[in-house]
């Protein structure tokens, strides 16, 4: 499914520029990826259109102020790694609350627990794409960089 997130995020410059969930489906299919992760993204996408739906009414009355306390629940879903990862990119400006909260939604539906740094930057570089964000460079680098090809130190 992660794989064909990046080819979205990589082949179509909005989500507006991508076709409807029937020829997509039929893209994906003739560029290799399996019917099963093509269903998977294609659900995790309509799951995020919804989530990006519900919270509109709460990102018009934004609290400057406010601070997210996560879950115990949430800390086994997500990981420390992830939670780190969500609130660096909060406290750095890039990820508005209400983009929070939809980041962590979408991690939560992938099933997977804890979700890797990987994939966090995948869902979050999704989310901020699904809203058009303007991503400045350095972050966008950040985003797209695969924590395994980092040397040690």
């Not at 800390?75 to 209400?98: D, H, K, Q």
Request: aromatic share 10%; proline share 4%.
């Amino acid at each position: 499914m992660f794989d064909i997130l990046v080819y979205l995020f990589e082949n179509y410059y909005t989500p507006q520029a991508c076709p409807e969930a029937d020829v997509l489906a039929h893209k994906l299919a003739a560029a290799g990826f399996e019917h099963d992760d093509i269903d998977e993204a294609l659900n995790w996408l309509y799951g995020l259109a919804q989530t990006t739906e519900q919270c509109v009414q709460f990102a018009q009355h934004p609290q400057d102020d406010s601070r997210r306390i996560f879950t115990d629940h949430e800390y086994r879903s997500l990981g420390t790694e992830a939670i780190g990862f969500i609130s660096f990119l909060e406290n750095s400006g890039v990820l508005p609350g209400v983009l929070r909260e939809i980041v962590i939604d979408r991690a939560q539906a992938t099933n997977e627990s804890p979700i890797s740094l990987q994939k966090i930057k995948i869902i979050a570089l999704m989310v901020l794409w699904s809203q058009e964000a303007e991503i400045e460079h350095l972050v966008l680098e950040e985003l797209l960089t695969d924590d395994h090809s980092r040397p040690s130190h």
